[in-house]
Structure formats: C-alpha cells, structure tokens
C-alpha cells in the first residue's frame, strides 16, 4: 500500500474504509495527532472506546502481545483500534511477527503504529528501514514532514477565516515570523489572536498585543539591535530573556544562527545565486521568512565583518560551555564585541 497522501487519507475516513494498518509518522507532531484522532474518532464510537480501543507503549510491549489483541473481536462496534505507540522494533523476529499478521489481517480490527517520542528513521536505522518495508506492503503509511512557509501561510489563512475574520497575507507572515512554525503553537496563539481581535481583520498589532513571540523572534530582535548599534535595546531584550530564565547557552546558538543565516545570504548574493538555491540546500522548511531578513539585514556588513562576528560568537560559546564564567556577562561582552566588529572598529 505504502504511503498516502492528506487527501487520501481523508477519502478513507470519510468513506470509513480503513486499511486493515496505518504507520503515522514524521516530524510534525499536531499533524500525526491529528491524524490519530480522526481515525479514533471515525474508527471507534465514543461509548465504545472502554471496550473496543486499545493503546499500548512500544516500549513496554511485545509484539505477541499486541497481535494477540489483535485477533479479539470488536464488542460494541464494527472494528476495534489497537495504537502502538513508538514501538522500537528491536529484533528482525518481531518485523517478521508484524509481516505475517499483516498479510492476513484481522478485518474487524484497524492497527496503528504511532511515532511521536522516538523518530521512525527509514534512512539511519536498519531496523525502521526493514520494519517499513513491510509497512510499505501491507500497511496505509502517513509521513508527516514540517511544512513549508507557503503551507503555514494558508493553514493560518484558512483557520482565520473558519472564525469569521480575515487576515492579509503581510499580516500572516508577520504573525508566523513571531510565533514560529511550530503548528501546535501556531494554532494555540490563533485561538488567543482571534479572541482578542475586535475588528473583522486580524492585524500586526494584534499579533504584538496578544501572542508570545518565539525564542528565535526575540533573539532576532538582539541581532537586529547589534546590526543599528543599539546596545540599549539589545540589553533590554536580554534582561527579558534571563527574566524567563532562557538558558545563554539557546539565547547564544539562536544568536549564531542568525548571523549564519547572514552568512549564508550574503555568500549566495556575491556569488550570483539566489536565496531558493540556499533554502535548498540547507533546512528552512517553516522558516524561510529567516533567511528572507537575513538577506536584507546582510546588506549593512561585509562578509569579513559576518566572518569576525561567527568568530566572536564561537569563541563566546566555548567560554559559556568550558569556564565557570558568569554566563550574562559572557553575553554582555559578546554583544559589545559584535556590535564593534559591525561598525568597522577594531577589536
């Protein structure tokens, strides 16, 4: 059967003809959630799920134990669902236990392997490379990967519009470049932007009055503070990241990233490329809008002051990971030098 798509899978669902197995898996959490629970919800009646739905942790299991359960008839309904929850598949035996139910499934019973914790990696793991060989076979396979910015975009459109307001697309960029690609949180900070609007359009300033910004918003915030030579409002965007307790190790490595970000943007433009060949060849899924600033924030410095910065930035980090150094004056320090080093002063 191997891997289907959102919309075949919604068919299903609809149509409730259900693989006799489903594997969900991938990096995006809400999107493999919510999947799950569709498929509980279409699977197995609500007054039926004491009975007739079963959840079991991969770790704690074996697979005999499972397919037994899976040959119990349904009581209450027309199918049981049996959900294993990142099984580790740690021996060929139990591969081959899996392929041999699987190519006489028990029709009455739905069974879906579930990977949230553990990361079902087809590539670096033989043992989930050979376990989704028989998935592939015999099973309906759901591969959520993080989605890209154009996605984001009309999800966040889309949910806007489901609550009767609208949102402009500047706006919705605006709003995913501060909260994150995250769709768990994407979701849970539009619940609060569309309770709090009171006008029918969503606006930036509704997105700055009621959301919490993402770490990676706010220490670009730092960088962008560095790059005006504004010490002041970098100091005080970090006097609020201490006061919620961020670690300076995260605070310095998103620090870096954005400066890498430049780094990158900066090497493609000198060198005749554009930044689709950078989003390419490096992971912004989500996040293209980083290296979008990146490009425009790179224009003010040389790719020597960006490779002084990086230098600055490394040498920071090994002070923070291998010294008893108070870590905010490591910071404070770093942001001084950084902010030197843009000006053109000598170190």
Known sequence: MGNITEKEFKDQLKAQQFAGAYLIYGEETYLKDRALAQLRAKVVAKEAREIDYRFFEGKSVSMDTVLRDCEILPMLGQYRLIVVGDYPFESSKEISELEAYLKDAS????????????????????????????????????????????????????????????????????????????LCTVFNELDKLCAYASAPEVTRSDVDAVCIKSLQARVYDISKAVLRGDYDGACRILN??????????IILSVIASCFVDMYRAKLARAGGHDLGEVLAAYNYRGREFALRNASRD????????????????????????????????VLDETLVRLMMTVKGAAR
């Open 107 to 182: 029709p009455s019973t739905v069974l879906v392997f579930h990977y949230d914790a553990v990361d079902f990696d087809t590539k670096g793991s033989a043992r989930f490379k050979n376990a989704f060989k028989v998935f592939s076979k015999h099973a309906a396979c759901l591969k959520y990967d993080k989605k890209g910015e154009r996605d984001l975009l009309r999800y966040i459109t889309a949910y806007v519009e489901r609550q009767g307001k609208k949102i402009a697309p500047g706006a919705a960029s605006y709003f995913l470049a501060s909260v994150g690609a995250d």
């Open 298 to 329: 790179s224009q003010a410095v040389s790719v020597e002051q960006l490779r002084d910065c990086m230098d600055i930035l490394s040498a920071a980090d090994m002070k923070l990971k291998s010294t008893a150094a108070d870590a905010r004056l």
């Open 240 to 249: 609020t990241l201490f006061e919620q307790r961020e670690q300076p190790v």
